[in-house]
């Protein structure tokens, strides 16, 4: 077998370390909770807590609020969507991989991954874990697991990720080994371990009324669109959790979590936007926690029509944005600049790019260049995700001192992601946390089905195929800056900044990792959280 990086030796398990993703997050099922007083002070540093009790101490139920899907919600893991979904899913179910705070797969029911020479093969070994009702976890539930969500009569998350895998062509070598053999070589195929939704379920699991997993929590009882309660596996592979028990509630509206964490109903709160951060943060009633780079703020640009199909007026338009003022007018300063790439932090991100700053002599160049004064054009917004409306108000702003009249067209925020993928020239985007080459060969390739930007070049999607089919890590990691180079010299996405993703806990709630955007493998990951 060759030597790649990501390899992990089979039989050599690693334990598990320390966008928004989904595009919609909303709930109909508010809590009316009266607003009350948590004791305790807030202490910052890389988990909710206070000095002094750093040691787990079991026991105890954590109730925690997410907005949620309504009456029709699903335990069914492959159908998750919503951030309460994943969070549910990770509380009962296990994937083969999941997301470093890096974006690095980390293996979690794999011990261990191993292509052959040409990165068109790869045997995953699994670590000894059992279900819920006792079964072993086989290769022969991973199989069965991947081919359903790849069924073309189904609609699943993950099944996007999953096309790279010759499903027949795969097979079980043994028990605790499977051997996935691919339709083209894929240096970054354990990405696919890791993908959104890629949960191992049992052999001939399709209803999930009561769903038997093998993650760190059993089902206790479900109530669509109001809350699940779970009970600690103290037979988890990876170590029972602290908690006796946990408890999902649905609070569809910001408000209505933010007071049932204040009085007490709730220890915590998912998605808090940043005004009420700002309000109640060091003030000792409630702990605020900001999960940085978890999500990616920007516009795109369409690169295959007027005015965006000349390359100057694309680079204008990135030197008009003054990224200070709209990461602390649109996030209310929760976040940190971009610099027209995504994937700040992660792995594989060229960060030795200079940062474009702000330079409205060299835009109003640019534009006389490509004879595009006096520009107008129309910049399609909806309030469908923090900040899109008030981004593309600063920018109109910024924009006029160009001399470039930017008219903003405020659409369906329940239409508007599949909207902007045909229609218009530039529009508000948002992303949340996936590896660097997830966002390539989805939102940048020829063939991509979410190229919001269309961007189509062939010698890019070569290169994106030269990388995949290169052993060397180094070689590879040199390769991502050339074709991050390229984007930022000529792509057609202006990335503004990168917002932090706010959660909030009562003060006695110890454990909750801080150093994991959003949909990583320690984001909502309650098997490591304890009530002091």
């Known amino acids: 077998m060759s030597r790649i990086h990501p390899r992990i030796p089979l039989g050599a398990a690693r334990a598990g370390t320390s966008r928004r993703a989904f595009l919609t997050a909303g709930g109909v099922a508010a809590l009316t909770l009266a607003v009350g007083c948590a004791g305790g002070t807030a202490e910052p540093g890389p988990h909710a807590g206070t000095p002094g009790e750093a040691t787990p ?121 499977v051997e996935f053999r691919l339709k083209l070589p894929y240096a970054e195929f354990p990405n696919v371990l890791a993908a959104f939704g890629a ?52 609070a569809g509206e910001e408000s209505a979590r933010t007071n049932a964490l204040l009085g007490g109903q709730v220890e915590y709160a998912h998605e808090l936007n940043p005004a009420t951060a700002r309000v109640h943060e060091g003030r000792g009633r409630i702990t605020v926690l900001r999960l940085r780079n978890s999500a990616m703020q920007g516009f795109v640009m369409k690169t295959d029509r007027p005015p965006f199909d000349d390359r100057r007026v694309r680079q204008a338009f990135c030197l008009i944005a003054d990224r200070r003022e709209l990461v602390d007018g649109a996030l209310s300063g929760a976040g940190e600049v971009g610099n027209d790439l995504f994937g700040k932090g992660y792995r594989y991100y060229a960060a030795s790019l200079p940062q474009r700053t702000q330079d409205l002599a060299r835009a109003r ?42 008219q903003v067209r405020i659409g369906n925020k329940d239409t508007y992601w599949k909207d902007i993928l045909t229609s218009g020239t530039l529009a508000s985007y948002r992303s949340g946390a996936m590896p660097i080459e ?60 990168f917002a932090d993703w706010i959660v909030a806990t009562a003060n006695r709630v110890r454990g909750v990792a801080t150093n994991a955007p959003a949909n990583t493998l320690d984001w909502a990951r309650f098997d490591k959280v304890w009530l002091g």
Do not use: C
Not at 158 to 174: G, W, Y
Not at 209 to 237: A, H, I, T
Not at 366 to 376: D, M, V, Y
């Open 438 to 497: 997830s966002h390539v060969s989805q939102r940048l390739l020829t063939g991509s089905t979410t190229n919001a930007t269309h961007w189509r070049d062939r010698d890019f999607d070569e290169l994106y195929r030269q990388i995949q089919s290169t052993p060397d890590e180094a070689l590879r990691t040199a390769l991502y800056e050339r074709m991050q180079r390229r984007l930022h010299d000529e792509g057609g996405f202006l990335i503004w900044g």
């Open 199 to 250: 949960y191992i379920v049992p052999t001939g699991a399709d209803s999930f009324e009561r769903p038997v997993g093998s993650g760190p929590f059993v089902f206790g009882s479900f109530k669509p669109g109001s809350s699940l309660l779970l009970r600690r596996n103290d037979g988890y592979w990876d170590g029972g959790p602290h908690l006796d028990e946990l408890e999902f509630v649905i």
């Open 57 to 177: 101490r079991r026991g105890g139920r954590l109730r925690a609020a997410f907005p949620g899907g309504g009456a029709n919600e699903t335990l069914d893991p492959h159908l998750a969507n919503l951030f309460v979904d994943v969070a549910r899913a990770k509380a009962l179910f296990d994937k083969l991989a999941d997301y470093g705070a890096d974006l690095a797969p980390v293996p979690r029911l794999a011990a261990g991954w191993e292509p052959n020479a040409t990165l068109d093969s790869w045997r995953v070994q699994l670590r000894p874990a059992t279900f819920h009702d006792g079964r072993p976890v086989t290769a022969e539930d991973v199989l069965y697991s991947f081919r359903r969500i790849a069924d073309p009569a189904r609609a699943f998350r993950a099944k996007a990720a999953l096309e790279s895998i010759d499903q027949a062509a795969s097979r079980v070598i043994d028990p605790a080994t």
């Open 365 to 406: 160049a640019l534009l006389r260049e490509a004879g595009a004064e006096g520009l107008t054009v129309t910049l399609d917004t909806a309030p469908a995700a923090t900040g899109f409306v008030e981004a593309a108000g600063i920018f109109k702003e910024q924009a006029a001192k160009a001399g470039v009249t930017v």
